[in-house]
């Protein structure tokens, strides 16, 4: 285990001393505070701490899907912070692929569609090479044309892994992503989640607050009150839990 390294060059996204504060005055919540954290391209990273560690804030941050309130956002070169919003919807759309933990896909859209959705909203039109290619390996063929209501909790989350996966994007984040699905379906999803690693070169990042899912990664970051604790490479479900139960006992790691 080791405090978190200096940015690398080849490094997929950053944070660099970043601070996200809610309220005004004394009354403020830092729920960041400072963190200078790196994620390496092509690899898995999953983020971990206790309850309101900043978990969450730290991922909305990384995806522009908030905005720092001090220090930056990097991905790759790019400065997220200094986007206009319009900017920022692009940088969205095109660079980073998004996996929540109900799937977030429009319930009116069939699954085809919400795969397609990006790329619609962008008037693009899919590589229809690489479309196939996902939803053959997902295993979801036979359901494009299902909407969200008629799909399992699964099924849904592969869609959500095609969609995020279908523009090929620089970094793909995944909030929670096994919380609602049943210990078979959270297993499948997380080799998923370690394929589009392995087999596509995909730099995922995801928040989990389960040891089993974290030890899928190659590497762990570690947050408590809003501050980097520390990063655990190689991961085994014992090492995480072990780390957790040190962070929980106020230890710096």
Known sequence: MSAVAPRPPEAAAATVGLVRAYGD???AVR???GVTMWLPSGRFTAVMGPSGSGKSTLLHCLAGLDRPTGGQVLLGDTDLGGLSEAELTAVRRDRIGFVFQDGN????????????LAASLA???????????????????????????????????RVAVARALLGRPELVV?????????????????????????????????VTHDPQ?????????????????????????E???????????????
């Open 25 to 27: 005055g004394p009354g």
């Open 31 to 33: 729920a960041l505070d």
């Open 105 to 116: 896909l429009l319930p009116h859209l069939s699954a085809g569609e919400n795969i397609d």
């Open 123 to 157: 008037g693009r039109r899919p590589d229809r090479v690489w479309r196939a290619e996902l939803v053959e390996r997902l295993g979801i063929s036979d359901r494009l044309t299902h909407l969200p209501g008629e799909l399992s909790g699964g099924q849904r989350q």
């Open 174 to 206: 995944a909030d929670e992503p096994t919380g609602a699905l049943d210990t078979a379906s959270g297993r499948e999803l997380l080799g998923l989640l370690r394929a589009c690693v392995d087999d596509y070169g995909q730099t995922v990042v995801m």
């Open 213 to 237: 899912a974290a030890a899928v990664s190659d590497q762990v970051l570690l947050l408590r009150d809003g501050v980097a604790a520390g990063r655990i490479t190689a991961p085994t479900p």
């Open 239 to 253: 090492r995480v839990l072990a780390a957790l139960g040190d962070l929980s006992a106020g230890e710096q790691l």
